[in-house]
């Protein structure tokens, strides 16, 4: 047995000790080793069993009918004689101890080949069993002893864990999640942190509240539980409880809920958003056609999503498809690999650097859990490790354009700036703002490189000479500048999709318009613009294809008179909808006054035109600079370009405003969940020119080069490039 084995062991007799030893435990309080496919040792069905002569035995600690963990294993059984043709057989209700041993014992005297016991406190019993019986195969549910015919096996129940705790963050008005949980053991305490980490991602202000039950099997406890954290407030209830009592609740208080083991919905189908489930059949599958062709070894097993051993159940009808869209894209890089639950920087409860950014807790360290992460409310048995933080920090330095006050682009990279340093403890920070583009910028950019920052951020186009310059004189810092083209060794780019926003507010404005004439008041005549621009016309003139956009070029980024003069002139044309691409709220003010609807940009102003405005596509930076910084501090940064879309997190479509119809905010969502999905793109022809030129083909999405160098108007728009 390993090191950390005999560890695990003891911890688990001590934490078992502070619970009740005799506790009826359908998980472990040590846990299996964590290997993600099989370990050999030593092969024990040296011959093939034909499946005539094939007998399979579960021993379970609950009743099937629990519509929890025994229920979900015996849909694993059942599949196995639906899919194998094998002849099974269990027995329910068996009690951890004497009774189990016996059980197991009549199981292999009565020849059945395969014996799966399916409760921790089953270990030892079959363990002792196996002995006597070295023909027949024992797998363990959840425990950590092996035989050469003994394996144990468990699932990564924390990854499908964590996609339900970004439902339920989504979800929540009262940023109150309850929780009600069986014993402070460490795969209920990995479950709950997996989950609040979840809810956290998507709203930081939640926070998840913790009953202790102290049973694994009670419907009349877990329904108090749930009832108890309903009066506290809870407007979502979570379990790691195996009936859907507290389901049942939240039903009968009209709030949501979370499942757990199975599909919950079918016994509280006005409640429950989702539950993470257990796919066992997947690994009984796979264990009894071994055993069949003879190549059974014992092993210590840990599947995971990817497996498909565990995993989460349909949606209720209540979750909004940007909602599942965004649970795709993070199960996504979970099965990919690419990223794990458990990955810092993560904070303890009391909210101190318990894993740093970039470190990914290893599975030893998970199987042991024994703390709570920040967000939880509850008593854990456990103080949350505390990170080794360098005491020198790393310095990034951000160059802005405008006033960080602009409400616009300047204002929406702050906010990311502001983000990136609350989420990693060891980044200090500095800005400049009004910089302009020309001497000044390569003044100030060479400045904060001879000041040692480690990082430096440059945040328009007009900065790219600059940056490229200064970044060949300081080769040991990191530059990245944002819209440009030119990269170096230590210089990298980044931009974001922001057409991908521009087109889903273009259905919001098609859907409003009365004079079928929207304004476009537009910076500068560069690719970026036209592409939004055109963005945006498709979007509106795919529900109203009568719809034109007229376009007033401003020559600049962020100047509010001349805005709002471009404002004027657009509503002196009969436009009763004014988009723009420029930075102050000045078009939006306008809007209000005169009682018409405008599209913001950049970030969510809403108390500026609370009538007039009907969405904004939005900057959420803060996700590439944390990334960023997180890879310059790991050593993992490259110069590889960056262009993120709404499926990144990057941009997203901000809150729509009282005018927007139910039907149109229906086919933004479903366009959006299409764009996260990889489904759909805004530019796939066929798609004409504004002179009736046919330029993009049926069926023909253009590539990223093309959308880079846009540098024609799409039909529909009135104007032209200067």
């Not at 189990?100 to 059945?112: L, M, N, P, S």
Request: overall charge negative; hydrophobic content about 40%.
């Amino acid at each position: 047995m390993s090191t950390h084995f005999k560890w695990f062991k003891v911890f688990g007799i001590v934490l078992l000790s502070m619970v009740l030893v005799t506790v009826a435990s359908c998980k472990p309080a040590p846990e299996p080793t964590p290997t993600a496919v099989p370990k050999p040792t030593k092969v024990a069905t040296a011959q093939p069993v034909p499946v005539e002569k094939l007998k399979v035995a579960f021993v379970y600690v609950a009743p099937i009918g629990d519509m929890g963990w025994t229920y979900a294993h015996d849909e694993g059984r059942l599949q196995l004689e639906k899919e194998l043709g094998v002849e099974t057989a269990y027995i329910e209700n068996v009690p951890e101890g004497p009774d189990a041993e016996r059980v197991i014992r009549d199981f292999a005297q009565k020849g059945y080949n395969i014996i799966f016991t399916t409760s921790f406190g089953f270990m030892d019993p079959t363990i002792a069993v196996a002995a006597e019986f070295p023909d027949v195969v024992f797998e363990h549910c959840s425990g950590y002893r092996t035989a050469e015919n003994a394996a144990t096996y468990f699932g990564r129940m924390y990854q499908p864990r964590y996609l339900s705790g970004l439902v339920a963050g989504k979800m929540t008005k009262s940023n109150m999640i309850g929780y009600v949980a069986a014993f402070p053991i460490p795969e209920v305490l990995r479950g709950i942190n997996a989950f609040t980490l979840g809810v956290r991602e998507v709203n930081p202000e939640a926070k998840v509240h913790v009953v202790w039950t102290n049973t694994w099997f009670d419907p009349v406890k877990e329904k108090e539980a749930a009832e108890g954290l309903l009066d506290l407030g809870a407007d979502v209830i979570a379990q790691h409880q195996d009936t859907p009592e507290p389901q049942k609740a939240a039903e009968e208080r009209g709030v949501y809920g979370v499942g757990y083991d199975s599909d919950m919905s079918v016994q509280a189908p006005g409640a429950v958003l989702t539950s993470p489930v257990w796919h066992w059949d997947v690994y009984y599958l796979d264990t009894v056609k071994a055993v069949m062709d003879g190549t059974w070894t014992s092993h210590e097993y840990w599947g995971s999503m990817k497996d498909g051993v565990v995993g989460l159940a349909p949606y209720g009808p209540m979750v909004p498809d940007d909602v599942k869209a965004l649970v795709a894209q993070w199960e996504a890089k979970i099965i990919s690999g690419e990223w794990d639950v458990f990955t810092g920087p993560i904070k303890g409860q009391g909210g101190q650097l318990a894993i740093p950014a970039g470190q990914a807790m290893t599975d030893g360290e998970m199987l042991g859990m024994s703390w709570f992460v920040e967000g939880v409310v509850g008593e854990a048995p456990g103080e949350p490790p505390v990170a080794e933080v360098s005491a020198e920090k790393l310095k990034v330095a951000f160059v802005y354009v405008g006033p960080t006050g602009d409400l616009g682009w300047t204002y929406a990279h702050d906010q990311g700036r502001l983000y990136m340093e609350s989420e990693l403890d060891y980044v200090e920070t500095a800005y400049s703002e009004l910089v302009a583009e020309g001497p000044d910028a390569n003044r100030i950019i060479r400045d904060y490189a001879e000041k040692g920052f480690d990082v430096i951020f440059a945040t328009s186009f007009g900065y790219m000479s600059d940056v490229i310059e200064v970044a060949a004189e300081y080769p040991d810092v990191v530059f990245e500048h944002c819209t440009g083209y030119m990269t170096a060794d230590n210089a990298g780019i980044y931009d974001g999709r922001g057409y991908q926003g521009w087109y889903l507010a273009g259905i919001a404005a098609g859907s409003v318009t009365k004079n079928n004439s929207i304004g476009y008041i537009a910076p500068y005549p560069i690719p970026e613009v036209v592409r939004n621009m055109n963005a945006f016309t498709l979007g509106a003139r795919s529900v109203n294809p009568d719809v034109q956009t007229h376009i007033i070029w401003l020559n600049a980024w962020v100047d509010p008179p001349r805005e709002r003069q471009a404002a004027e002139a657009l509503l002196d044309l009969g436009c009763d909808v004014i988009a723009r691409e420029s930075d102050s709220t000045e078009p939006d003010k306008l809007a209000q006054e005169e009682g018409i609807y405008c599209v913001g940009y950049n970030a969510y102003v809403p108390d500026v035109a609370p009538d007039a405005l009907l969405t904004s596509p939005i900057w959420n930076w803060g996700i590439f600079y944390k990334s960023a910084v997180e890879n310059v501090k790991a050593g993992t940064w490259t110069n590889v370009p960056y262009w993120g879309g709404i499926a990144d997190g990057l941009l997203d479509l901000a809150p729509f405003g009282p005018a927007v119809p139910e039907d149109a905010k229906t086919l933004i969502a479903a366009k959006k969940a299409e764009i996260v999905a990889g489904t759909f793109d805004v530019f796939v022809g066929p798609i004409k020119d504004n002179t009736g030129e046919l330029k993009v083909a049926d069926g023909v999405t253009m590539t990223d080069g093309e959308k880079l160098g846009f540098d024609w108007l799409v039909e529909g728009v009135v104007g032209n490039i200067p």
